[in-house]
């Protein structure tokens, strides 16, 4: 079974550009969350979407946003990048919410803004 | 202003000894917790979990220790392998919304002495 599957595993921006970052959950997962890992702030979660509603939101400013899909896939983008952007995006995705609902991170996509 | 780096409190442990990793969680309402580990380059992988209604739960080679009553968490790894090497992180969920929202601690940076 694969495990969940993140598109690009790195990219180069510049300032000002905006990205997008495609995630596949494993199959028949229909949560998909999304975290950021810097070493000034760790992992800090950013949103979740299930059957393609976003459920929670993290503490992000505006220019981070995602969707979720008919299939569960997701993309999250970011627009306007700022170097404090450079960072590696993790998505994550589970059965459902709830505990025992075990939650498996992809390997994430390496961002560098320049 | 400036960002710095998060200070990971490191452990380092014989082979073949027993660790202990400590995590201090701050949300009473957290009902579900998760330990992960993850390794240079990659995403967190799953460890074990437990839910607030527990305090003590074993796997293969690992056990979680959940103390509600000061806000602590532990995982005991046993007979410590070069292979542990890695940052482990424990996660809480308070399922905010009905969905998955973990909020990681900073981690804690494992090394295996041989």
Redesign the interface.
């Known amino acids: 079974k694969a495990g ?1 599957t993140q598109t690009p595993r790195y990219l180069i921006k510049t300032r000002g550009q905006q990205v997008t970052l495609s995630c596949s959950p494993i199959s028949g997962h229909r ?1 998909v ?1 999304w ?1 950021q890992q ?8 950013l949103f ?1 979407y ?1 059957s393609e509603t976003q ?2 939101k ?1 503490n992000f400013p505006g220019r981070f946003s995602g969707r979720q899909f008919s299939n569960s896939r997701s993309e999250m983008n970011v627009s306007t990048l700022e170097l ?1 952007d450079s960072a590696l995006y ?1 998505c ?1 995705s ?1 059965l459902a ?12 996509s390496w961002l560098t803004v320049v | 202003g400036e960002s710095v780096g998060l200070h990971l409190p490191t452990l380092s442990v014989q082979e073949g000894d027993n660790s202990i990793i400590n995590c201090a969680y701050s949300n009473s309402a957290s009902d579900y917790f998760i330990w992960y580990k993850q390794e240079s380059g990659k995403g967190p992988q799953f460890i074990i979990d437990i839910r607030s209604n527990m305090d003590k739960r074993q796997g293969q080679r690992v056990t979680v220790l959940l103390n509600k009553t000061v806000k602590h968490l532990s995982l005991q790894i046993a007979a410590t392998q070069p292979g542990d090497s890695a940052v482990y992180f424990c996660a809480e969920n308070d399922f905010t919304g009905g969905g998955n929202k973990l909020t990681f601690g900073t981690g804690t940076q494992l090394k295996v002495e041989l």
Request: proline residues 3%; negative net charge.
């Open positions: 969940v949560s969350s975290y810097t070493p000034g702030q760790g992992l800090q979660f979740e299930f459920r929670n993290g404090g993790l994550a589970s919410g709830g505990a025992g609902n075990t939650i498996y991170f992809g390997e994430g």
